[in-house]
């Protein structure tokens, strides 16, 4: 994943989602094909586990799983990356530092993807961003602030 090109964006609605209108639970699944750049969204009130079940996405262990929550009268996303643990390809400093270099770009699909959303409640533009970066090592095993979404460009 590098720029994200819309041509190769395929976004799916589950769940009889609200297309335009945030009601929680809103979850995505992020998933792409390294051979192809093509990224996969879904859109639902549960995460596309279906997505997700296959094989070498279970090796790989890079999708992305993001929500959005309300805390204190404000909603936020929280997005939820697999750095180590279980089966997965590579160690935890790598994924890591990939799973941060391409944080931009999986912002920018969530919005991209779920333009109608953003387009219909700019108010969610103020949302702030929290990563829970999920590992079995502590060194890596945190939840960070990463900024608001009026702040990714677009």
Known sequence: MSELNPEKLHVVYKDSIDIDKLE???????????????????????????????LYTRFMRDEVLAEWQKKNGNYELHLFLHVSGGFCFGWAGLRDRIFRHHLPLVLEVIRYGDKELFERMPEIKNAKIFVHFESNRKKYDKIEYFGRIKEIPF
């Not at 792409?32 to 079940?53: N, R, V």
């Open 24 to 54: 929680l639970p809103r979850k995505y699944t992020l998933t792409h094909s390294d051979s192809t750049g093509e990224l996969f969204l879904t859109i639902g009130t549960e995460y596309d586990y279906d997505q997700i079940s296959g």
